[in-house]
DNA sequence: CTCATTATCTAATCTAAATTAGACTATAAT
DNA sequence: ATTATAGTCTAATTTAGATTAGATAATGAG
């Protein structure tokens, strides 16, 4: 492992020499394994990927599996951040359904066009073995609150329909951006294409119908007939 | 592999003791693959499901990759076969988003409750190298041609929104199911409440709202008064 | 310039499974 | 009973990769 005091470049810990090359192995395995899958992630693919031989990845991992796990965390942890960061980046009055608009439109594009890492964490996730799940499972819970907070408030504001369970909902909705993954590629489809849809898959799928008759929205009781057109937007 | 003419049981050839053999092998491959994904499935594993000793697959299949193989080709096979039945048994004047119902409940029944094939065929679809994977595809695109039908025949009849786009809408819709093999457990909660949220999801999120006020209902051509709301796009 | 360390390489090792060999057992036809 | 063949087992063999060993280079500090 890269000792402290020492020959060392720069003093900075980030930028070192060391730290990017561990970088680089980092990116090529986020590479490779979001491709090949679990299984036919190698070490050499890897190691090919990052411009080394095999054996100096174990100069910065001290195994095939830790390397995997670190890959599948980060990959978790920059989608929490990177939706978090879009949702905290709305106007704090923007209706529930168009968060979860956001968070739709973020996740998405994060893992499909973004993050190798996010892809990896999400398309392996049923593939590691039983103690990478295990601890992997603790952060994915994070992300999940994300969205069972965002479902949460939608179901507070009535805009969530009735009929469906919660947590059922959320997964189905997760599951239909996760598994994105599997089909979508860039050579056949343009992405904007597969995020309108998906936002209006997932907003029509989740919400309360709304009653629009030329009568005028019925403001009854409380914070109903919502609206609320968000910020400029990237719809066609 | 079986001879044919020799000391065999019953000439019948569907139940003779070396069939039933090798189907005891196939479940257990299938119960193997569908738990532990393609990278942790050993046919040491294999093996002690099917109460054998681990050469003998190789009397029945020539190597571990075509026992993993067929067993991925009789999920997806399995699955159309059912999901197709239950949308004949269907009365022929059937709407065709209640078509889209049952193809949603059976789809989600069986590969949750009912086969380990499908569940392996699903989850391991992105996993296996890439010969299989080929092959796999065009069994997939076989079982895709249902819910093509099924959507296009939605569209036709007016049913479904214009504002979505039809292969993203149908990977979509599909990825939601398939990823319930990624959660769903019988012990923490129960299926039907899965599949009713399932099925709410899905029909609310494609079709045309219904305007059931006291007019009837008008699928008027155009999708007015659309909802607006945007989220703010592109954050940075 | 020389040294201490970091970083990386090449050449072994090790190991878990898949696969193969070859013997043994069960069964039905004769 | 005998025997041919199906079906299964135990004991190798093989092999792909992960991991280790042990040099060898690169580099900043003094």
Do not use: C
Request: glycine content about 8%; charged content about 30%; cysteine-free.
């Amino acid at each position: 492992m890269p000792r402290k005091s020492a020959g060392k470049p720069p003093a900075d810990p980030s930028d070192s020499k060391s730290a990017r090359t561990r970088e680089r192995i980092l990116d090529a395995a986020a590479h490779v394994l979001s491709r090949k899958g679990y299984a036919g992630t190698r070490l050499g693919d890897v190691a090919e990927q990052a411009e080394i031989q095999a054996p100096a990845i174990y100069y910065y991992f001290s195994s095939r599996e830790v390397l995997i796990e670190e890959v599948m965390w980060v990959g978790v942890a920059r989608l929490r951040e990177h939706v978090a960061e879009a949702l905290e980046a709305l106007p704090p009055d923007t209706a529930p359904m168009d968060r979860i608009d956001t968070a739709v439109e973020e996740h998405l594009r994060f893992q499909l066009a973004i993050s190798d890492f996010a892809t990896a964490a999400i398309r392996n996730a049923g593939q590691v073995p039983e103690d990478i799940r295990t601890r992997q499972l603790a952060e994915e819970r994070k992300y999940g609150d994300i969205w069972r907070t965002l479902l949460h408030d939608a179901q507070k504001a009535g805009e969530l329909r009735a009929d469906l369970e919660p947590r059922a909902a959320r997964m189905l909705v997760l599951g239909a951006l996760n598994w994105a993954n599997e089909w979508w590629n860039p050579r056949q489809g343009s992405l904007d294409v597969v995020v309108r849809t998906a936002k209006s898959l997932v907003r029509h799928g989740l919400e309360v119908p709304t009653t629009r008759e030329q009568g005028g929205a019925r403001p009854s009781g409380g914070s109903r007939g919502r609206r609320t057109a968000t910020s400029a937007g990237r719809t066609a």
